[in-house]
């Protein structure tokens, strides 16, 4: 198989990527959940903390997949920039909108999200593509990492000294402090989706983007996939080794956890093009659930939102969620048990879509 061809294994791993993010951001109770449904509280790596850094880098790989058979096509690269600035503004202007959901309070601007994140990572990398070559942005992904480290670990201000790492006293929770309100850093005066830690989010979507390179550069192989395992495997082993000096930490983006994620993310993408583009075990239940939600993943994640707001101001959520307690299940079954019907209402979303081959381009 041409890597040039559909990557189904793209649209799988994409796909169940959302699918965890909606699984871990929906539960019947926040109080009462699984402990391998919990982020990890500061540092260190939980189950969920790979989710989003997943589905960045997945954004860098399908960049690369995308634009280079648009270049081979001779696409006016001036086309391709307006399209990219639209997407942006398209993403970031609906993940503000959802911070606006159920009263459509516009008092209140909050400029950060996960949305917001992503569209951000998108258009930069997507920049990157276009106009540097992968030696230039490999240089860029060193600097954003060894800069980060550099301000996080060895600059002190009037409130910490260097290389405090605490939760709001630290360089990333400081210099968005210095260009934002303290009502938009949140209640406890930092925010995990912040302007600084966005930097080191785009170097995972930059690594992303380097391993989208070799595959299209390459023909299918197993050779490919040891490179991109092995690869993935010293990235990890790079990202633990920094963690003695730069802890590991998905809240404010560290350096260490860019390159402990990105390896991860590498390994699980291996496994999956063997399994599915190489030896085509295509038509299993997690493939098929995987490219259903895959092929609109930030659409149904915003539907995905969208319903939540209904179910909780609706009191569904409570009635359900209560009703099943009221029956004897346990609260922390019980809280999973609604995360999964959140899920599984949006799959019907992502499969109506699918069916009609309704693809949504945001």
């Not at 583009?277 to 939600?293: A, L, P, T």
Request: glycine letters at 6%.
């Amino acid at each position: 198989m041409n890597a040039s061809n559909r990557l189904i294994s793209v649209d799988v791993f994409r796909g169940l990527t959302i699918a965890a993010m909606m699984l871990v951001n929906y539960p019947g109770s926040y109080e009462n959940t699984y402990s391998f449904l919990k982020h990890a509280h500061w540092n260190g790596m939980a189950p969920p903390d790979f989710i989003f850094p997943f589905f960045i880098f997945i954004v860098g790989v399908s960049i690369v997949l995308s634009f280079s058979k648009q270049i081979a096509a001779e696409k006016p690269r001036k086309e391709m920039v307006k399209k990219i600035l639209i997407r942006f503004l398209e993403i970031w202007a609906i993940g503000l909108f959802i911070h606006f959901l159920p009263d459509l309070n516009f008092g209140f601007w909050d400029y950060f999200g996960v949305l917001q994140r992503i569209a951000q990572v998108y258009l930069v990398c997507s920049l990157l593509y276009l106009f540097t070559n992968w030696k230039t942005q490999i240089y860029i992904l060193s600097g954003i990492l060894l800069a980060y480290w550099i301000t996080m670990s060895f600059i002190s201000t009037n409130l910490f000294s260097a290389g405090t790492m605490e939760p709001g006293l630290n360089f990333a929770s400081w210099f968005d402090r210095l260009f934002f309100s303290s009502e938009m850093m949140g209640k406890h005066g930092w925010n995990s989706e912040g302007l600084y830690s966005t930097f080191p989010a785009i170097a995972s979507g930059i690594a992303g983007m380097l391993a989208g390179r070799f595959i299209v550069s390459k023909k299918i192989s197993e050779k490919t996939l040891i490179w991109l395992f092995t690869a993935g495997a010293l990235s990890v082993i790079a990202g633990a080794i920094w963690d003695w000096q730069f802890p590991i930490n998905k809240k404010v983006w560290t350096s260490s956890f860019v390159l402990y994620t990105s390896g991860w993310a590498s390994i699980v993408l291996a496994i999956s093009m063997w399994l599915i583009d190489f030896m085509e075990y295509k038509n299993n239940v997690f493939s098929r659930v995987g490219v259903i939600f895959g092929m609109n993943a930030i659409a149904v994640y915003v539907m995905g939102d969208v319903f939540q707001t209904i179910y909780y101001y609706s009191h569904f959520q409570d009635l359900v969620y209560n009703g099943l307690i009221n029956l004897g299940i346990a609260s922390k079954t019980a809280s999973l048990a609604w995360a999964l019907i959140s899920v599984s209402s949006c799959f019907l979303v992502a499969y109506f879509l699918y069916r009609r081959k309704l693809f949504i381009k945001l």
